[in-house]
């Protein structure tokens, strides 16, 4: 069961990698004369994401509402974060390695494409979305209920297994 020291710790460990994620959203084209910093917080921006869909994942797996077998009421609760965490690192890793692509060679120049535009806007798109439904997950995951056994876990246990 999660107890309230270790979900405060694991919440301000997901805030710290999304205020990271956030950061580098927002200041990464400062350093676009020097590729091989940007080239590192990119890296890290991925491996952040990462670690939030796996720490979403282990706290979903140490539910009560799981561990009794109701995985489809979690899914569909979470559906929409898991998703999006997907399409939202696929799209930042398109973009980073195109922004790199481009840039690696003549960092001093300016280079931005209509691809690269289109794309930019999808993925910081992605990113607005990603934040709310990793943010609405994380306080919903903080719900007491989802820990032990109750009257509505009961009467959705009751309502798969018919």
């Known amino acids: ?17 999304l205020t990271y ?8 084209e400062l ?6 910093v940007q080239l590192v ?12 869909v796996i720490i979403v994942l282990l706290m979903l797996f140490n539910t009560y509402v799981f561990q ?3 995985v489809s009421l979690l899914l569909e609760r979470f559906r929409a974060l898991l998703v999006i965490s997907g399409l939202y690192l696929a799209l930042s890793i398109a ?4 922004i790199l692509n481009l840039r690696w060679v003549s960092s001093h120049r300016f280079v931005w494409t209509n691809g690269l535009e289109t794309l930019f806007v999808f993925q910081r798109l992605a990113a607005v979305l990603y934040y709310y439904f990793y943010k609405r997950a994380t306080e919903y995951l903080g719900d007491p209920r989802l820990y032990e056994d109750s009257p509505w876990l009961r009467n959705a246990f009751a309502r798969a297994r018919q």
Do not use: K
Not at 31 to 36: E, K, Q, S, T, Y
């Open 95 to 98: 973009l980073h390695c195109w």
């Open 41 to 52: 917080l990119f890296i890290i921006q991925d491996i952040a994401i990462l670690f939030n």
């Open 68 to 70: 009794v077998g109701l």
């Open 31 to 36: 350093l676009r004369a020097a590729p091989v």
């Open 21 to 28: 994620d956030l950061f580098v959203n927002s200041f990464s």
């Open 1 to 17: 069961m999660l107890q309230t020291s270790n979900y405060s710790l694991v919440l301000l460990v997901q805030l710290a990698l």
